[in-house]
């Protein structure tokens, strides 16, 4: 018996082994951008599994649907995966499909936890809470929900006058993202907005940042294309 119970052990382990050598294969095929191949392999492993599939196997799931534009399964399965996490970028893993699948409501509530679980928990290798805003941004764009891209820019407007220096290293070194990514990613939030509120956010920023700052400030202000 007690041979019978070093065996079953061993095996589980080897088990878990196996599992780790086949996921750590499978996200280094999803870095090769492939995609279709991954998610096809967790379909197989999913249905051979009479387990419940484990927090990892559903973010490269939701990953993999993600990457191939089809937001409304990646929602899906991050829901599931964010059901028992307090992990901020599996919650972000969420607002970004939501968004782009059109479920506003989600996102903004996805967004919240993501904030809160950062506040809470968050490590050195969680995406900082500039890149969040940077990145809802991006996604509430491409879905033109302008009024809404506006709230993460004044977000980020405030962390950039709060600190006032644009140089890109310094701003790397704290996790922002650079000046003149976040305006030029902005450029058709602000032409898709008031006339009168671009012109106050433009005016508050360049009175808070540096010459540098000022200076791509006023060259990108000279390529939007007001619609009012």
Request: charged letters at 35%.
């Amino acid at each position: 018996m007690l041979n019978y119970i070093k065996n079953l052990f061993r095996k589980k382990e080897s088990e878990k082994t196996i599992n780790r050598i086949e996921l750590d294969r499978l996200w280094g095929e999803f870095k090769e951008e492939k995609f279709s191949k991954v998610e096809s392999e967790l379909k197989i492993l999913l249905e051979n599994s009479n387990k419940k599939p484990n927090s990892e196997i559903l973010k490269l799931l939701g990953l993999c649907y993600f990457r191939q534009g089809k937001y409304n399964l990646s929602e899906e399965i991050f829901i599931k995966q964010t059901e028992n996490s307090k992990n901020s970028d599996d919650w972000f893993n969420l607002v970004t499909s939501s968004t782009l699948n059109k479920n506003i409501e989600l996102s903004e509530k996805a967004f919240k936890k993501t904030v809160e679980f950062y506040e809470k928990n968050g490590k050195e290798d969680n995406l900082p809470i500039p890149y969040v805003y940077f990145y809802y941004m991006q996604g509430l764009r491409d879905v033109k929900e302008y009024e809404k891209a506006f709230t993460q820019l004044e977000k980020l407007k405030d962390i950039y006058s709060t600190l006032s220096i644009t140089d890109t290293h310094f701003l790397y070194m704290r996790g922002i993202p650079f000046f003149e990514e976040t305006l030029d990613a902005s450029k058709e939030i602000l032409e898709n907005s008031e006339k009168d509120k671009v012109v106050k956010f433009i005016s508050d920023l360049k009175e808070k940042i540096d010459e540098d700052g000022k200076k791509y400030l006023e060259e990108f202000e000279n390529t939007i294309k007001y619609s009012s």
